[in-house]
């Protein structure tokens, strides 16, 4: 009588339990009933005078006329004295919501997107790629109002290239923004903050 093999097969496991679904949440965003103009009328055809400037006059402000820009920035109501370098590619959301100290430096493509305010120190530094940002919305409502909240730079700060402000932050006197950092906390006075989300690395200290 022939020899039979006996093949072995492995357990089949149970079938998994069915989860429950999660409830869905109470309500979902609606676009549709959000403000698509937050602003009033005239606040538009001011803006678009300035980006109309920004992009013609702003830009023949060279090098020997770069103390122009605080001059054109001053009829749109910016608070600054002359004594301030900004960059041509650099771009102000809102003139009239920027102040500004002496011998301020904002360097090229840099974004100041100043909804809320932004008020800049003396002797602060700004670099190449900053972006500033004091504009958000509300997630927790369906219809995600914009909220404007002020930024606020102290003297003698430096910026790192490509560094991220976030809305409503204040960076004290004397800090150092690392490059690329994303700043959405207060950062106290004369402290060295990196990283994304930024955290302290030390305090600065200036040699004598």
């Not at 001059?71 to 749109?76: E, H, K, M, Q, S």
Request: glycine share 10%; net charge positive; aromatic share 8%.
């Amino acid at each position: 009588m022939a020899e039979t093999n006996s093949i072995s097969h492995p357990p089949i496991d149970p079938p998994a339990p069915m989860r429950a679904p999660e409830p869905a949440p109470a309500s979902m965003p609606d676009l549709e009933r959000s403000v698509r103009y937050p602003y009033a009328p005239s606040t538009y055809f001011v803006r678009a005078a300035w980006m109309l400037v920004h992009a013609t006059i702003w830009k023949l402000c060279g090098r020997p006329a770069h103390l122009l820009r605080p001059l054109i920035l001053r009829l749109f109501g910016a608070r600054m004295p002359t004594q301030v370098y900004i960059a041509g590619s650099a771009w102000v959301e809102i003139p009239w919501s920027l102040e500004c100290g002496e011998l301020v430096t904002i360097g090229a493509r840099t974004i100041l997107y100043n909804l809320g305010g932004l008020s800049i120190g003396e002797q602060t530094i700004l670099s190449q790629d900053v972006y500033v940002c004091g504009g958000t919305h509300d997630y927790t409502d369906p219809t995600y109002p914009l909220l404007r909240k002020k930024i606020t730079i102290g003297k003698g700060v430096w910026i790192a290239a490509g560094a991220f402000i976030g809305p409503g932050v204040t960076i004290g006197d004397g800090a150092v923004v690392g490059a690329r950092a994303v700043v959405m906390r207060d950062v106290e006075p004369w402290t060295i903050v990196a990283g994304n989300p930024a955290r302290v690395i030390k305090r600065r200290e200036l040699k004598a």
